[in-house]
């Protein structure tokens, strides 16, 4: 019995490691909090993260974007009136949160 336990402990550590980072797809995200193009799940392969876009123009949040982004940072920047803010993050399905 223990020989068994020391063999399926390190295959169960390696497949814990080996698990991928999930993260939603949404290619186009209203206002209303609805998904209309693109809603999904992506699995973050090499060097990406979840990603989530949120467009501003003033105060106000127009649209947002998210999927799987290889080699994510988090930056803000405006362009014209509009307010670009760029976030990530690496649990799964952390994009979703607006």
Request: charged share 15%; hydrophobic share 35%.
């Amino acid at each position: 019995m223990n020989k068994h336990f020391l063999f399926l402990f390190p295959l169960c550590c390696l497949i814990v490691a080996v698990t991928s980072l999930r993260c939603i797809t949404c290619h186009l995200r209203t206002r209303t909090d609805r998904c209309r193009r693109g809603f999904g799940a992506c699995t973050a392969q090499k060097d990406e993260a979840c990603m989530l876009l949120k467009i501003y123009q003033g105060n106000t949040l127009q649209i947002s974007y998210m999927v799987c982004q290889k080699l994510c940072r988090d930056m803000t920047f405006d362009i014209g009136n509009r307010t670009y803010v760029h976030t990530c993050c690496n649990h799964n399905y952390c994009n979703f949160q607006l």
